[in-house]
């Protein structure tokens, strides 16, 4: 009995092999990723920086005093999430529905070095949500000025009429924050983080890599007797 070692069998070994580690690396890509703010994101619904799929940490800056800055997350699969906000400030965070109605408002449940952390946890549909943030006391209004959710109002999801209009928050100094997204439920088909799914792009990818590595392996040359 030989073995056949030949150069394009060990090749052929290692490309298969690199295929794999691609895979992997795409998929962990597609599961865990940072956004930056892009200047500055807006205090509307139809303003508010899209937050892309796969993110599950947000950075970004408040701009001016008195700045919020407000997110639109889409999730693929329901699950409890957890929002959580720090800053060298008073960090605020407020969770709206696809709608624009409030749902929870938290100002220092988060914790922190400092005790002031912000984080407001929420079982999510499928569907869109919007986060704000803000550095110490922000509201939401609505058109008539009715200010109807804010940092310190827990859960203000009763309110099925007022729909987000506005803004307003204390007067504090412009800095960095952090947001993260973190999941109670666990693998690759749950919601992880934001659109925890591969894009389509992200797909075909895979599936070429798929066939890259079953060429590599069809080209191993078998043992011969």
Not at 99 to 123: E, K, M, N, R, Y
């Amino acid at each position: 009995m030989r073995r056949d070692v030949s150069y394009l069998g060990k090749f052929s070994r290692w490309m298969a092999v690199l295929v794999c580690w691609g895979a992997t690396a795409l998929f962990a890509s597609a599961q865990a990723q940072t956004y930056t703010e892009s200047g500055d994101a807006g205090q509307t619904l139809a303003t508010a920086q899209t937050v892309p799929g796969g993110v599950t940490t947000i950075n970004g800056t408040l701009n001016v005093s008195g700045d919020v800055d407000l997110y639109k997350l889409t999730f693929s699969t329901a699950a409890s999430v957890t929002f959580h906000a720090t800053s060298a400030g008073d960090p605020n965070l407020i969770l709206f529905d696809s709608a624009g109605h409030g749902l929870w408002g938290d100002d220092d449940s988060g914790g922190g070095p400092s005790g002031l952390d912000s984080q407001i946890t929420w079982t999510v549909a499928p569907g869109t949500y919007y986060l704000a943030y803000g550095n110490n006391n922000i509201y939401g209004y609505d058109s008539a000025n009715n200010m109807f959710c804010g940092d310190d109002s827990g859960n203000c999801s009763g309110n099925a009429t007022s729909v987000l209009d506005h803004f307003s928050s204390q007067a504090g100094p412009t800095q960095p924050y952090t947001i993260t997204l973190s999941a109670a439920t666990a693998g690759p088909a749950a919601v992880a983080d934001v659109q925890a799914v591969p894009t389509v792009g992200e797909w075909a990818m895979l599936g070429l890599m798929a066939l890259l590595a079953a060429s590599a392996l069809g080209r191993i040359p078998r043992r011969q007797r």
